[in-house]
């Protein structure tokens, strides 16, 4: 799935700006579907000119007008086509990941580092889950509910494992300081 067709999942809770759908992707999105100003403006665009979103110019005193979009008919039927691909797939890009594949070649203080900013970043999902958690409201579709519990589940793992393996990275980085 694209940044496009998020944006059109989120414009079906209702009309947004880019500055809107970017806090959205930053907060509920965030530990799963990340998207910045440079691709969301882009995908809005696009879909403007398709005619599956409709943007309206509120002017600002001071500032550019503020532009909010809603979807239409015609983006709602793309959007729906787009649901029914069943081949979906579940892409990991973790810089993290990438790091420690090559903790044989770091300080061990950097890996340490690096580790502790990691558990750090995942505490901060954590706390994020329990505020969606405390401002949950009944009528949330099943599947927010769905990729809540997801990604609760994910963090806890992913904190036991760092936390009950960290030492395989220490050990191999002490090695690589006693023998480099």
Same mark, same amino acid.
């Given at each position: @799935?694209?940044?496009?067709?998020?944006?059109?999942?989120?414009?079906?809770?209702?009309?947004?700006?880019?500055?809107?759908? &970017?806090? =959205?992707? *930053?907060?509920?999105?965030?530990?799963?579907?990340?998207?910045?100003?440079?691709? +969301?403006? /882009? %995908?809005?665009?696009?879909?403007?000119?398709?005619?599956? $979103?409709?943007?309206?110019?509120? /002017?600002?005193?001071?500032?550019?007008?503020?532009?909010?979009?809603? +979807?239409?008919?015609?983006?709602?039927?793309?959007?729906?086509?787009?649901?029914?691909?069943? =081949?979906?797939?579940?892409?990991?890009?973790?810089?993290?990941?990438?790091?420690?594949?090559? %903790?044989?070649?770091?300080?061990?203080?950097? $890996? =340490? %580092?690096? +580790?502790?900013?990691?558990?750090?970043?995942? *505490? &901060?999902? &954590?706390?994020?889950?329990?505020?969606?958690?405390?401002?949950?409201?009944? *009528?949330?579709?099943?599947?927010? &509910?769905?990729?809540?519990?997801?990604?609760?589940?994910?963090?806890?793992? @992913?904190?036991?494992?760092?936390?009950?393996?960290?030492?395989?990275?220490?050990?191999? %980085?002490? $090695?690589k300081t006693a023998v480099g």
């Open positions: @799935m694209d940044v496009k067709t998020v944006c059109l999942g989120m414009l079906t809770d209702g009309p947004a700006s880019g500055y809107d759908l &970017k806090k =959205e992707f *930053e907060s509920s999105f965030g530990h799963f579907f990340s998207a910045g100003y440079g691709s +969301i403006y /882009p %995908a809005l665009s696009t879909l403007s000119d398709k005619g599956y $979103v409709d943007c309206e110019e509120i /002017p600002q005193e001071g500032k550019p007008d503020r532009k909010v979009y809603r +979807i239409t008919d015609e983006g709602r039927q793309f959007l729906l086509r787009a649901l029914e691909k069943r =081949e979906t797939c579940h892409k990991v890009r973790s810089e993290f990941l990438a790091t420690m594949c090559f %903790a044989h070649l770091m300080a061990p203080d950097d $890996v =340490e %580092a690096v +580790i502790d900013h990691r558990l750090t970043e995942i *505490e &901060k999902y &954590k706390q994020l889950f329990r505020e969606i958690e405390q401002d949950w409201q009944p *009528e949330w579709p099943p599947g927010a &509910k769905f990729v809540l519990g997801f990604g609760k589940t994910m963090a806890g793992a @992913m904190e036991t494992y760092i936390t009950e393996n960290r030492h395989l990275l220490a050990d191999e %980085a002490a $090695v």
